[in-house]
């Protein structure tokens, strides 16, 4: 019943993400689904690949599984990272071919591949080794949704690891913050006064972050002051941040990724900058 219902919804509308819905990558497709995609008026004699390309893709975003990073716990112990899945399209394009041209009554199981992540236990020991940089700062704990903010912000950060020429943005590894991601209201700045709006408090993350990432190998991008004083930096040592507005960007300009490690945990906000042992930069290659 179920196939039917699908070969009905593939007939009706082809481009429409039906497939979608589908969590388990394990995905097979009989003789009778992969007629329908047949050129109009040729008695199936051959396939119409602008259908195909449309299935292809809904078939990409059913299977995928993301790959995830290993990271490093709140103790410092390596979480291994886990392989994702993704839709192996040249097998798929022969099989497809081999099944819509037989006369048989064959079906495709539609085969996958595995999606490494980029960064394995082995990479991320080798670049926790070497403290390039750290910064702290504090603030009330007792200012519960402000709190509440930083903590989320400072999650969103820990464990990247950028690598070598490629540029951090605060705001598009956070992203945006909205009540549906967990973000309170608390107090902000805005044009030089004092309000409050969703997200108030991650600029702290942000100021952390810059000081703790102002080295020699690290090249700040984009970086704007606040239009007042904030009280947990130094002057001039802030970066604010706002989702349409300011960002916080640098790159990495060492020879070997880079780790970030935040935490804000009992009134503190910490980020801790590492590296491989054999990390090396050049005045060259930082334009300095």
């Not at 975003?61 to 993301?66: G, M, R």
């Not at 990724?257 to 054999?278: C, H």
Request: hydrophobic letters at 35%; aromatic letters at 10%.
């Amino acid at each position: 019943m179920n196939k039917i219902i699908l070969l009905m919804v593939l007939m009706i509308f082809p481009g429409d993400q039906v497939l979608a819905n589908r969590v388990n990558p394990d995905i097979t497709l009989d003789k009778l689904e992969i007629e329908q995609y047949a050129l109009p008026y040729t008695e199936h004699l051959f396939i119409d690949y602008t259908k195909y390309q449309l299935l292809v893709e809904n078939l990409k975003e059913s299977v995928y599984q993301a790959p995830e990073n290993a990271v490093l716990d709140d103790a410092g112990e390596i979480t291994p990272g886990k392989a994702g899945v993704t839709l192996d399209t040249r097998q798929f394009h022969t099989k497809f071919q081999e099944v819509f041209y037989n006369s048989g009554n064959g079906k495709l199981h539609v085969p996958t591949i595995p999606v490494y992540p980029e960064v394995d236990s082995e990479l991320l020991a080798n670049i926790s080794v070497r403290e390039l940089g750290t910064y702290v700062t504090y603030f009330k704990k007792s200012n519960e949704e402000r709190t509440h903010n930083i903590a989320l912000a400072a999650e969103a950060i820990n464990n990247y690891v950028l690598f070598p020429k490629e540029t951090f943005s605060f705001n598009k590894v956070v992203g945006e913050r909205t009540k549906e991601k967990g973000y309170k209201r608390a107090p902000v700045i805005v044009k030089g006064e004092l309000a409050e709006d969703i997200g108030g408090g991650i600029c702290q993350v942000s100021s952390t972050l810059f000081n703790a990432v102002d080295l020699r190998g690290i090249q700040i991008v984009e970086r704007y002051a606040h239009s007042r004083r904030v009280p947990y930096v130094p002057p001039n040592r802030d970066a604010t941040v706002s989702w349409w507005g300011p960002d916080f960007v640098f790159k990495n300009m060492y020879s070997e990724p880079i780790l970030i490690r935040a935490q804000s945990k009992n009134g503190k906000m910490v980020v801790k900058i590492y590296s491989a042992e054999e990390v090396r930069y050049t005045d060259q290659e930082k334009g300095s």
